[in-house]
């Protein structure tokens, strides 16, 4: 979501935080709306992704919420509908929105239509499709071009700071430079710079804390995390990966077969 209206994001949109209950609620109709196990199963068959319901950071890295602990993640059509006529009863909010992708990802387009067919089905609601080349699709994402828009992340490094720090806030450049939903309030600012001091078992909880905050606000709406399948023979010992990185590869041995 575009969620600041200002001079410098000309995005605009039903979704900014300065309309207050009515596109909160219009967030997370569209978010409540979505029914991600047939999501995951449509775009990968349940191999390549799966439904996300932890929160932002996938299952086994630090900061994980737990599995089904996002309630952004919960499919509930019938409330999805409710929060919509409420918050938009004329339909006028929610008229002519677009979602934006870039195709090169061979998930974003199957996705993007995926997603298309649950806001008809769900929300009544007919939401065009626009693809932008990935290098103008950043660039114009960070500039607060969309107004609803994909986004996604992949960690550098296993620890929530490599979030919190680089997508939403003032840290990360919020609400006007290089932040794709503009996302900052002075809550997040203070508990993120707190977190970031430190120790990271001490740390977690308050990391855990920015993670509802953004739930609270529904600043974003969750869909999958990608998974890496592997297949091994059973004579290949010592291959694998865990959530981060391969097993070292001079460390596999091939047995006898």
């Not at 929060?83 to 009863?89: F, V």
């Not at 199957?110 to 649950?118: D, E, G, S, T, Y």
């Not at 089905?121 to 114009?140: K, M, Y």
């Not at 992949?154 to 609400?175: E, I, S, V």
């Amino acid at each position: 979501f575009n969620m600041v209206a200002d001079a410098k994001r000309p995005a605009g949109g039903p979704f900014t935080l300065d309309q207050g209950k009515a596109s909160h609620d219009l967030r997370l109709a569209f978010s409540l709306s979505i029914d991600r196990a047939k999501l995951a199963k449509d775009l990968c068959a349940d191999i390549a992704c799966i439904p996300a319901t932890g929160g932002v950071i996938p299952k086994g890295l630090a900061g994980y919420l737990g599995d089904g602990n996002d309630p952004l993640a919960v499919f509930d059509a019938v409330r999805a509908r409710s929060l919509l006529l409420a918050a938009d009863p004329t339909g006028t909010k929610s008229k002519n929105l677009v979602y934006v992708y870039d195709p090169e990802n061979p998930f974003n387009e199957p996705a993007a239509k995926l997603l298309q067919a649950q806001w008809l089905q769900n929300l009544g609601l007919s939401v065009g499709l626009q693809a932008v080349p990935h290098t103008r699709f950043i660039t114009e994402r960070l500039r607060g071009t969309y107004v609803l828009s994909r986004d996604g992340w992949a960690a550098d490094y296993d620890h929530p700071q490599d979030w919190f720090d680089n997508l939403w806030g003032q840290a990360a450049g919020c609400p006007d430079t290089s932040c794709t939903t503009g996302y900052d309030t002075k809550a997040y600012d203070q508990l993120l710079a707190r977190a970031d001091t430190e120790p990271l078992n001490a740390a977690i909880p308050d990391y855990k804390m920015l993670s509802r905050q953004l739930i609270d606000d529904v600043a974003y709406i969750p869909l999958f995390y990608t998974v890496n399948p592997f297949l091994f023979k059973p004579y290949v010992l010592g291959a694998g990966s865990n959530n981060m990185f391969d097993f070292w590869w001079n460390q596999i041995q091939i047995t006898s077969h």
